[in-house]
């Protein structure tokens, strides 16, 4: 009995300087949190904002639990499209490394961070640029077969059917199926664009499929496009 005694000590011993430094590792709203904030929220959620303000410690810890189930569900950023089917260069929703600190941080009793100076300057919040829907679109509802060839830049949604699923595609004369948008908790109040990271050139006979009746998708054109390659049928 006493030998078990104090093989457990031993044991205990041994661990806890592993257990100490593992609390210094914690992620803090200080080092991690408040920077995925400032990047991904601020630009709503600040005083004078869309919405009420996450810019301090004070205002996002009364609602981390919410927060992580908006995050989770992808309700929040309102980006509102699947990651990873088609690529875009102004994609605001959170990567699955920035879910997991969010997701551990709230986990953990949201731990502030001892060390002031790791806290990041809070970011200058200009007014954002309102899109403007280019006049050489393409507007098209239900399935659209191009006429003549286009070099498509993105997709703006002007009207989208509030929930459900909405997953469009480019389907090549030769067979070959393109990724284009996957909407997916598309809030119209949040209308805006999706801007391809790479321009994908679509030949004439290029047939898009997958936009719902009641909807409207409009193919925004890239500067190769000309006037005259904007028909379809």
């Known amino acids: 009995m006493k030998h078990t005694a104090l093989l457990v000590f031993v044991l205990l011993s041994i661990c806890a300087p ?6 210094g590792n914690a992620i803090t709203w200080n080092r991690e949190i408040s ?20 810019m301090r410690y004070q205002d996002v810890q009364p609602r981390a639990v919410d927060i992580k189930e908006a995050v989770l569900s992808r ?16 994609d605001q929703g959170l990567t699955q490394v920035e879910l997991e600190l969010i997701t551990d941080w709230v986990d953990s009793d949201t731990p502030k961070g001892n060390n002031p100076n790791t806290l990041p300057k809070e970011p200058r919040l200009d ?9 050489n679109g393409i507007e098209i509802g239900a399935e659209a077969t191009l006429e003549t060839g ?9 009207t989208i059917p509030p929930g459900g699923s909405t997953k469009i595609v480019a389907s090549l004369p030769g067979g070959e199926t ?23 050139d679509l030949p004439s006979g290029a047939v898009i499929r997958g936009v719902p009746s009641e909807a409207k998708i409009l193919l925004i054109p890239g500067r190769k496009s000309k ?3 904007r028909r379809v049928h």
Not at 127 to 135: A, E, S, T, V
Not at 150 to 158: A, I, R, Y
């Open 127 to 135: 007014k954002l640029p309102i899109y403007k829907i280019p006049k």
């Open 18 to 23: 592993s257990n100490a430094h593992n609390v």
């Open 227 to 229: 006037p005259e390659n």
């Open 35 to 54: 920077r995925i904030i400032y990047q991904r929220c601020a630009s709503c959620h600040h005083d004078g904002g869309t919405a009420f303000s996450l």
């Open 150 to 158: 286009v070099t498509l830049d993105g997709l703006f949604p002007l």
């Open 75 to 90: 309700r929040m950023p309102p980006w509102g499209a699947v990651k990873g089917f088609g690529e875009f260069r102004n």
């Open 178 to 200: 393109i990724p284009l948008l996957w909407l997916y908790e598309y809030q119209q109040g949040y209308q805006h664009p999706f801007l391809l990271r790479q321009p994908i």
